[in-house]
């Protein structure tokens, strides 16, 4: 099993979502995080001040499947968070050991 983190751009999230649903992912978790990459954040006025926004708002978005899925996500991923300007996000995977469903007891394949 491996666990997939994208961090993409906010307004890219209704289109990620519906296309992973599309492919048969039965489960996400989505957090709202802050942060910035190469684009260093950017300056804003505000009431005659000006002041630089650091950390810019983001999505997480975390996804546990089988080996054998791990591409056709990342392709669905990349497909529809992309909008080919700076800050588009990025994607992680990493391994998971084990998994557990809480209610049922089934453990890692089954319990995802």
Partial sequence: MKKIEAIIK???LEDVKDALFEIGLSGITVSEVKGHGRQQGHTELYRGAEYI???LPKIKIE??????????VIETIV??????????????????????????????????
């Fill in 10 to 12: 906010p307004f890219k």
């Fill in 63 to 72: 996804i546990v499947v089988k080996e054998e899925e791990v591409e056709k």
């Fill in 53 to 55: 926004v650091d950390f």
């Fill in 79 to 112: 497909q529809h968070a992309r909008t080919g300007k700076i800050g588009d996000g990025k994607i992680f995977v990493m391994p998971v050991e084990k998994a557990i469903r809480i209610r049922t007891g089934e453990e890692d394949d089954e319990a995802i």
